[in-house]
């Protein structure tokens, strides 16, 4: 799998969008990025992937940059609850690949 | 709560006992996955099963580890000989191969300390 690079935190205001970067210089033709968020004392919990496209759901959206190289998760209004530390993982799937690499992540703080 | 489950949700015990843990996955996904997490770290994978079968161990899990999923259901995975590096969180996930997106759902975890 493709190594990513992430900030190691960031803080965002409350009520406001919060972008966080991600890196993944490697990555190949098949492979897809992944974003993964683990609240305090809980298990990671999906948030988005994609190839190429951007994509949008109820969580956040993704844009990745036309040559891939680098990608922007996007919560669009930040609240306390998305304090959090967020992965972004590069990896061969969906239907094929079978385990998530993580690296160490963003810890996101959202300040009132 | 159709959620992954694992029990238990904390463990403490003394250098050298046997522990096991189990996890009972999302209902017909046919995948499960054991994961370990130190603090400040991201999860590590352990291995892996497609339904009772175990098709990868990582370098990580030792021969003091062994996982199992006896019916493709639940799985359990035991520490034999504890040691003081072996505590940290140890994640349970599930997916369903071939449906969606393929996601990994977590459970909350089991929580290890070995004094």
């Known amino acids: 799998d493709a190594k990513t690079t992430q900030p190691p935190s960031m803080d965002c205001a409350e009520g406001r969008a919060a972008n966080l970067p991600c890196n993944h210089s490697?990555?190949?033709?098949?492979?897809?990025v992944y974003w993964y968020r683990q609240i305090h004392s809980q298990g990671p919990q999906y948030i988005i992937h994609g190839l190429k496209n951007n994509e949008t759901n109820e969580m956040a959206s993704l844009i990745i940059t036309e040559d891939r190289k680098s990608s922007t998760l996007i919560l669009p209004h930040a609240t306390l609850r998305d304090t959090a530390v967020y992965y972004c993982i590069v990896r061969v799937g969906p239907s094929n690949d079978y385990k998530l690499s993580f690296g160490a992540g963003t810890t996101v703080t959202v300040r009132a | 709560d159709t959620g992954v489950s694992q029990d238990p949700r904390h463990k403490i015990t003394k250098r050298g006992q046997n522990v096991t843990f189990r996890c009972d996955p999302i209902?017909?996904?046919?995948?499960l996955y054991w994961y370990r997490q130190t603090l400040g770290q991201g999860p590590e994978f352990l291995t892996y099963f497609q339904n009772e079968a175990q098709l990868e161990k990582s370098r990580l899990l030792s021969d003091r580890f062994s996982a199992e999923r006896p019916k493709g259901s639940f799985s359990t995975l035991e520490i034999q000989r504890t040691e003081q590096g072996d505590s940290a969180m140890y994640l349970c996930?599930?997916?369903?191969?071939?449906?969606?997106?393929?996601?990994?759902?977590f459970g909350p975890g089991t929580r290890l300390t070995v004094l």
């Open positions: 490697t990555i190949s033709g098949n492979e897809y």
């Open positions: 209902s017909e996904h046919n995948r």
């Open positions: 996930a599930s997916s369903s191969l071939g449906q969606g997106s393929n996601e990994q759902f």
